[in-house]
C-alpha cells in the first residue's frame, strides 16, 4: 500500500455512541487501549503521545506497530475474521474494504457523535479530509450513511521544485512554471544541461494514476471522466487521447529521468533531495522525508501545470491517515474519548511538529511553515477517484496505467493504449453481464 492510501480514524467524544455501558470489569479497565498502525515514521511520536494521555487521564494507551502495509493488512483482515481487533485500527485500500468492514459490524458509526453539539468536532476538520472516511446516501456499497473514521492528517500530490535549478535554468524560483508548455520548456533547458527535468516513482502505478487523474479531470471534468467509468463515454474519446498524449510530449521533451518507468518513489526521493532533478511529482510526505535525506536542499511546491488557462487545475487529496473504532469492543466509549484529545490542537500541532504532516485539525494547521503551507493551501482544489459516484474496474486501470508506461518508454501511441483499455473495458463488462446472467438463471432454478 502506498502512502497517498493512508487511513487513520481516530475520534473520541464524552457521548456515548452506541456504546457498551458505563461499569465495566476492573480486569478489562486496567489492560491498555491498543491501537493498530502501519506509521514507522510516527512511531516515536505516538509513543509520546501515549504517554502525555496518561499522565493526563490516567488511561493507558498503547501503539502496536504492524510494517510494511502488506503485513499490516494481512494482521487486519485475519482479526477481523476472529473478532481480535483492537479498540482503534486503521484500514487500508479502497473504499470497497473499508466497506465490507463497516458491514461486516467492525466499524463504529460516528455521525452522531461528530454531530453533537452543533456539529462542534465535525467543524474542526478539513471538510475534504472527512470526504474520504463518509458514505453518502446512495452508494454503491450499501453502507449506511455517515462518517466512519476521523483523519489524523491531510494530504495531497503536487509538485515539487529545485529553486537554484530553476534559477540556474533562467527562471524566477519563487514564480514557477504554471503553464504546460512553460513546464515542458524548463525541462527542455534542464535536459540541455545534462540535468533530469522530472523524475517521479512511475514503477509504482498509483502515481501515475495520480497524474493523469489529475489532467482528466482538468481537461475534461468529473463528470466525463464518470460518464466513461459508467461505460458511456469511450476511452478512445478525443478528451482520453489527449490526456494521453501528455506523457508522449513529457516523453518527448527530453525533460524524463532515464528509466522512469522503473524507479520506485524512494529512489525518485533520492534523486530529488540529492539536487539532481528540477521537479518530482510527490506528496505531502515529501517534506519529512526530504527534510531527513537533506535538510538543506533548497525548494518550492506547485500545483501541476495548467494545459488549459480557463479550467481550474485539481490534483489527489484527501485524508493522508485515518482511525477507526472497533464497533464490537466493549471499550468503545474509551476508544472515542482518547481520539477526541488525539484530534484536538494540541496533539495535532505536535505530530505536525515530530513528523511533518499537515494536521487534518484546520486550527492546528493555521501557522505551518514553508512547504507545508503551500500544500495545505490547495487542500480545497483536491479530488480522489474513491470519492466518485462511480469506481472504474481495477483491470481497467491497471491496463490504462501500464499504458501510459508503454507510451513513456515508446512502445505504443497515445491512441493504441486508448484502443487497447477500451478493449480492457468492453471485456469487463461483458464478464459481469455473464456473471449477473449466470446469478439470475440461478435465481430462477430455485
Not at 493488512?73 to 476472529?82: D, F, G, L, S, W
Not at 461505460?231 to 522512469?260: C, H, N, Q
Not at 473495458?425 to 435465481?443: C, F, I, L, T, V
Amino acid at each position: 500500500m502506498k502512502a497517498s492510501r493512508r487511513f487513520l480514524a481516530l475520534f473520541g467524544s464524552a457521548l456515548m455512541v452506541g456504546a457498551a455501558g458505563c461499569g465495566k470489569p476492573a480486569a478489562l479497565a486496567a489492560q491498555p487501549l491498543r491501537v493498530w498502525h502501519w506509521m514507522t515514521d510516527r512511531e516515536a511520536a505516538f509513543d509520546e503521545l501515549a504517554k502525555r494521555y496518561q499522565q493526563e487521564t490516567g488511561t493507558r494507551v498503547r501503539f502496536e506497530l504492524y510494517a510494511p502495509s502488506d503485513i499490516y493488512v494481512q494482521k487486519v483482515r485475519a482479526a477481523a475474521q476472529t473478532d481480535g481487533l483492537p479498540e482503534v485500527y486503521g484500514v487500508l485500500g479502497e473504499l470497497r474494504d473499508l466497506a465490507s468492514f463497516i458491514n461486516a459490524g467492525h466499524v463504529l458509526p460516528l455521525e452522531a457523535a461528530m454531530s453533537a453539539n452543533g456539529n462542534a468536532w465535525r467543524s474542526i476538520f478539513f471538510p475534504k479530509a472527512l470526504e474520504v472516511n463518509t458514505f453518502a446516501r446512495e452508494n454503491p456499497y450499501g453502507v449506511a450513511p455517515g462518517i466512519y473514521g476521523v483523519p489524523l492528517d491531510v494530504m495531497n500530490v503536487q509538485l515539487f521544485y529545485n529553486k537554484p535549478l530553476l534559477a540556474k535554468l533562467g527562471f524566477d524560483p519563487n514564480q514557477p512554471p504554471d503553464t504546460w508548455e512553460a513546464f515542458l520548456d524548463a525541462g527542455r533547458r534542464a535536459a540541455a544541461e545534462r540535468l533530469i527535468g522530472f523524475v517521479s516513482g512511475w514503477a509504482e502505478l498509483w502515481l501515475i494514476d495520480c497524474f493523469a487523474t489529475d489532467y482528466a479531470i482538468h481537461e475534461m471534468g468529473v463528470k466525463k471522466v464518470e460518464a466513461t467509468y459508467r461505460g458511456k463515454v469511450p476511452y478512445t474519446d478525443p478528451d482520453w487521447v489527449r490526456v494521453l498524449g501528455r506523457f508522449a510530449e513529457l516523453r518527448d521533451s527530453g525533460m524524463l529521468a532515464e528509466g522512469i518507468v522503473t524507479i520506485g518513489n524512494k529512489r525518485a526521493e533520492q534523486l530529488f533531495a540529492n539536487g539532481q532533478a528540477l521537479f518530482t511529482f510527490n506528496g505531502t510526505w515529501g517534506v519529512n522525508v526530504y527534510q531527513s535525506m537533506n535538510p538543506d536542499l533548497e525548494y518550492g511546491v506547485v500545483m501541476p501545470p495548467r494545459t488549459d488557462p480557463k479550467r481550474p487545475m485539481v490534483t489527489w487529496g484527501g485524508a493522508g491517515s485515518s482511525f477507526f473504532v472497533n464497533a464490537k469492543s466493549p471499550r468503545r466509549d474509551e476508544a472515542i474519548a482518547f481520539l477526541t484529545w488525539l484530534t484536538a490542537e494540541p496533539q495535532q500541532r505536535y505530530l505536525t511538529e515530530a513528523t511533518q504532516n499537515i494536521p487534518a485539525n484546520r486550527a492546528a494547521a493555521a501557522d505551518l511553515p514553508g512547504p507545508l503551507a503551500a500544500f495545505a493551501d490547495d487542500m480545497d482544489q483536491t479530488v480522489h477517484p474513491r470519492l466518485f459516484s462511480v469506481q472504474e474496474e481495477s483491470t481497467v486501470i491497471e491496463a490504462f496505467d501500464k499504458g501510459i508506461q508503454s507510451i513513456l518508454i515508446g512502445e505504443q501511441t497515445p491512441e493504441e493504449v486508448a484502443a487497447r483499455v477500451q478493449q480492457t473495458k468492453q471485456h469487463e463488462a461483458r464478464q459481469r453481464a455473464a456473471r449477473a446472467a449466470r446469478q439470475e438463471q440461478g435465481h430462477v432454478v430455485d
